[in-house]
Each structure stands twice: as C-alpha cells, then as structure tokens.
C-alpha cells in the first residue's frame, strides 16, 4: 500500500506523541527527529488536531499533545483521516475474463487482509513492541559491556 506523505508523517508524529503521554511535545522536536519541515508537520497534524486525536498549545512551553486512546486509535484510524475510502476501494473496471476475474479477486484479497491488519494494530501494540525492543538492545549492550570488562579481568 502506498501512502501520501502526509499520511506516513501523521502515524510517526501520532505514534510519538502517544508514546510520551501527558507531554507536551514541540512540533520543531518531532519534526528534527523524523528529519522533515516543521512548517508542513503542523499543517499535517492539523487534521487529527480536529479529529481530537492531538492537541496543541501556543506559546512557550507550548506543543503537541496525544489526546487520543492508544489503546483503541488504529493504523486504520490515522490513514483513514488522510486517505479516506481510497483505503477500501478500488472501484476498477475489470475485463471480463477468466484470469481478469482471478487477478481482481486476489487483488480484493489483499485489500481485505490488509485492511483486517490496519485495523488490528493499535497505537499502543506499536509503542509496546518499540519498548521491548529498545530493552533487548539495552540488555545486549549491558551484556556486551559486562564480557568486555571480564575479559580485560
């Protein structure tokens, strides 16, 4: 599936904004540390900004803030914001042959799992599974740095 830029630099913005709750978060800090304009992030998250999933304060100390439920907000949620039914359909003509009807039925089935996946995967799965796996490559570095030092012993 190929998303609008928009759409991807939502789901990292949200997700990162989700993954630091109750933290007001300045839009120039998010927009470093994916590597893109902070003008064009704000205009971005201006859309879930009215779908209540973000909120956002002016001024000093002010930012973007997760206003959402990670435990229920989906992938599905964030791309269904920017990409709207383009998600869903594909209303293509198909000839009417044996193959073309094969062809379109797998294609639909496709779209159909992968559809059922954006929908199964909250903000929350996604922070979850980043945190373990920021934890096993601490543990790795701990346990690389306790052989060193054993071997220097």
């Excluded at 304009?37 to 209540?52: M, W």
Aim: proline share 4%; with cysteine; aromatic share 4%.
């Amino acid at each position: 599936m190929k998303l609008n830029q928009a759409t991807r630099l939502a789901i990292w913005s949200i997700v990162e904004l989700a993954s630091r709750p109750g933290e007001q978060v300045p839009v120039n800090e998010i927009a470093q540390i994916y590597g893109i304009s902070q003008h064009h992030l704000a205009k971005v998250l201006r859309t879930p900004s009215r779908a209540g999933i973000v909120g956002s304060t002016r001024g000093p100390g002010g930012g973007c803030e997760f206003t959402g439920n990670a435990n229920r907000l989906t992938l599905y949620d964030i791309i269904h914001l920017f990409e709207g039914d383009r998600v869903e359909e594909d209303k293509t003509d198909v000839p009417s042959t044996p193959v073309a009807a094969e062809v379109a039925r797998v294609l639909a089935e496709i779209d159909r799992i992968t559809t059922a996946t954006l929908r199964s995967v909250t903000l929350q799965t996604i922070i979850k599974n980043a945190n373990r796996k920021e934890d096993r490559r601490k543990d790795a570095e701990l346990a690389a740095e306790l052989a060193q030092s054993k071997e220097k012993a």
